[in-house]
């Protein structure tokens, strides 16, 4: 009788598939075998690409004579201690019983890519794939998958991606790494006297490491500017306001040099010269604008992979890759979909199911009374007319979710794993609620100058009250203090010029003013100030701005073509940033999450600058994802991929072997040392960095960085 093989990416992934299918399976060695069906698993990738001394001897030696090495067909080969495993599932998938393959590793470039490894290397042959394709690992989900799994033929631009991704990353990684440590290492490992230095330059990683590197730059060379401000004291129905004087056409300031902007000066005694030109308090005051408008507030789209990793940074102090554990986890326990997502909507189909998703929260106690009320007023009914439903704007799979189900393993989560469930809980349940409302009061006040005969001078002020919270009442999370709640709202609309009133009698006074109303401003005070420099990114922050790659290219052209390509993917720029932290090009402060790079990180900084600046260049990195995703759609065809990226390889390595830049970079390295109060040039060691930085053997063979 002929037998279907189902293989997925790990143990715990085949366990739930097996379950799923309520076949008695007898457990063997690696995998799992019943009557009609076998089960086995891979311990992800079994198979990767080989080193350069595969193809020939010579490459064993660094050498600049045998660069650039861009071979004509590529070698795979098993990796060591999981060939085991690759046996028994090389076995299976080429077993005269078996006549269908059933797909299971994770839906997505990667998980395409750790199977056709699979299949290519045991040489599998007359057998039908099918490919299974879920989003959560849900019971139901995976007999869906297993139902409607479709050929596997159907994947090839996927996969075709997926081969080109990795050999472009060994290609980069191995020549330009290996060109650059034979060409500059020297220099680095004798400024900072190290037992030995290699030079790891990758595709995405070296990129970010140019953005860290120019953030710390700009803060370094930031000038604080000192400048002052002007507030009024106005007395509304017996509260005293503040109202904030900004220049105008009709103001005796109008272009004067004085300013430091339109709303401050640039010393306090131009400040202090405008308060005496209004006269002694009070000072009469004239409504000339009373706005009153009302603002809505929507919930946030759903969390994607970033989005989650940048709020657990902020919210947790946990990075990146810890997040993504935790997403995974979540995962596998069947509690939500799948985490390696860029899209932060639901697709139709879901939407129409989302009712389940909903009940089964009703059994979780933080958010039960929210579910429950959801499902009460129905107001999961036309959720697909909302901008939280977009099929258009998913590629892989739509955004991370609650199930609804699993809900018996939250007693083994570890404590951040719970509160990470708890946020994608609430960022879903929010989305059903109806929006924030304020009701908001801009006012602009005059006052006659008395120094200055004519001369006008204008104050302002807003302010808003929540008239009904909405979808606020959910994102009460349970983990925070009020006080550290407020800190962090403050954070996030400190530059909101609005002053949230909680006081009903004070904006019903506001409610009251028109035009023409006379107003004491009892008070006048100056409020110092200085200019802020850009803020260092944090672990959220980097992967973020990694998503978002287009806010670093001016030409709009360029920018609009790579939206949605970003740097690296969902998938990876976790461990890219693990990389360039363990290689020590980048410090992480685990208790901020701040990251700063390092002397060592500088120094491959200016090296790379001088030798090949393009790598530093986001748009470029940038370009590259999207061309895979071209490939992906089947707008870019594998051989006119595979000919741009070999011409750029080789051009780039014979630069860098045909220029010497030593004498340049000696300058450039002075520089970078007098940032690095511990370190001295020429025989100089930084503590606890350089020297272990230095001795982390760069691999040639680059996963995806």
């Known amino acids: 009788m002929a037998k279907s093989v189902y293989i997925a990416e790990k143990p715990s992934v085949a366990q739930a598939f097996a379950s799923a299918m309520k076949i008695n399976f007898s457990r063997k060695d690696g995998y799992l075998e019943s009557d009609d069906a076998i089960v086995t698993w891979c311990v ?24 650039p090495f861009i071979p004509q067909n590529f070698k795979y080969e098993v990796i060591g201690n999981v060939s085991k495993q690759f046996r028994t599932v090389k076995g299976l998938l080429t077993r005269d019983d078996v006549d269908t393959i059933y797909i299971c590793t994770d839906s997505g470039r990667e998980g395409e890519y750790i199977y056709r490894l699979v299949d290519m290397q045991a040489g599998v042959k007359g057998k039908t794939r099918k490919r299974v394709w879920i989003d959560s690992q849900t019971e139901d989900e995976i007999l869906r998958g297993i139902r409607e799994a479709k050929d596997d033929s159907e994947y090839d631009n996927l996969g075709a991606s997926a081969f080109l991704r990795a050999k472009e990353d060994y290609l980069m990684g191995i020549n330009f790494s290996r060109a650059l440590t ?20 990758g595709r995405v990683m070296t990129c970010v490491l140019g953005i860290v590197v120019d953030r710390e730059r700009e803060i370094r060379e930031f000038v604080k500017t000192p400048f002052y401000r002007v507030l009024a004291g106005v007395n509304i129905g017996g509260k005293e306001c503040d109202a904030e004087w900004r220049v105008t056409p009709e103001s005796f ?21 405008l308060i005496t030109s209004l006269g002694a308090v009070p000072v009469e005051a004239t ?28 919210f947790f102090k946990i990075n990146p890759d810890e997040t993504l554990a935790v997403a995974q986890e979540l995962y596998e326990k069947k509690l939500t979909t799948y985490p390696r997502t860029d899209a932060r909507v639901m697709s139709s189909a879901i939407a129409k199911v989302i009712s389940q998703n909903i009940k089964g929260l009703t059994s979780y106690e933080p958010c039960a009374v929210f579910a429950k009320a959801i499902l009460q007023h129905e107001s999961y009914k036309g ?9 258009k704007a998913i590629t892989d799979h739509y955004a991370i979710i609650p199930t609804g189900q699993g809900l018996s393993a939250l007693g083994s989560l570890s404590p951040t794993s719970a509160k990470v469930y708890e946020i ?66 403050k954070d996030d609309n400190k530059e909101s010029e609005e002053e949230t009133v909680t006081d009903e009698e004070l904006f019903e006074h506001l409610q009251k003013l028109k035009k023409g109303d006379k107003l004491p401003a009892e008070s006048f005070n100056l409020k110092e100030g200085e200019t802020s420099p850009p803020k260092r990114y944090n672990s959220g922050t980097i992967i973020l701005t990694m998503e978002n790659a287009g806010q670093f290219i001016e030409d709009e052209e360029l920018r609009a073509q790579i939206k949605g390509s970003g740097i690296g993917t969902s998938a990876t720029r976790a461990g890219i940033l693990t990389k360039l932290v363990n290689i020590k090009y980048l410090n992480l402060n685990k208790k901020t999450q701040i990251i700063t790079p390092t002397q060592m990180g500088e120094m491959v900084y200016e090296t790379v600058a001088c030798s090949m600046k393009p790598m530093l260049n986001p748009a470029l990195t940038a370009s590259w994802e999207k061309g895979l995703t071209g490939v992906a759609n089947g707008e870019i065809s594998e051989n006119e991929y595979m000919t741009k990226l070999d011409d750029f390889v080789s051009k780039r390595t014979n630069l860098v072997k045909d220029n010497d830049y030593r004498n340049l970079l000696r300058s450039r390295f002075d520089y970078v040392a007098s940032n690095y109060k511990s370190t001295t040039k020429s025989g100089g060691k930084k503590a606890g960095t350089t020297k272990k930085a230095a001795g982390n053997k760069a691999s040639d063979k680059v996963k995806e960085n």
Not at 253 to 273: I, V
Not at 383 to 391: A, L, S
Request: aromatic share 14%; glycine share 2%.
């Open 287 to 314: 409504v000339v604008k009373c706005e009153k408008k009302k603002e809505v507030k929507n919930a946030p789209l759903l969390y994607n992979l970033a989005e989650l990793q940048n709020d657990c940074s902020r």
């Open 383 to 391: 959720i697909e007319k909302t901008r939280y439903v977009n099929d």
């Open 44 to 67: 992800g990738h079994l198979v990767t690409m080989s080193y350069p001394e595969v193809y020939d001897d010579k490459y064993k030696r660094w050498s600049l004579d045998t660069l």
């Open 424 to 489: 994608i809980v609430r960022r879903f349940l929010a989305v059903f609620y109806p929006s924030a409302t304020y009701s908001k009061v801009a006012l602009s006040l005059t006052m006659d100058s008395k120094e200055h005969e004519g001369k006008i001078e204008s104050f302002f002020a807003n302010f808003k009250i929540l008239t009904a919270k909405g979808y606020l009442h959910v994102m009460d999370y349970s983990f925070f203090k009020d006080k550290a709640k407020n800190n962090d709202d």
């Open 182 to 201: 034979l060409k500059y290492a020297y220099s680095i490992k004798n400024y900072l006297n190290l037992d030995k230095c290699v030079i790891s330059v």
């Open 253 to 273: 300031y109008d272009n004067s040099p004085k300013l430091y902007s339109e709303k401050g000066f640039k010393t306090k005694e131009d400040a202090q010269e």
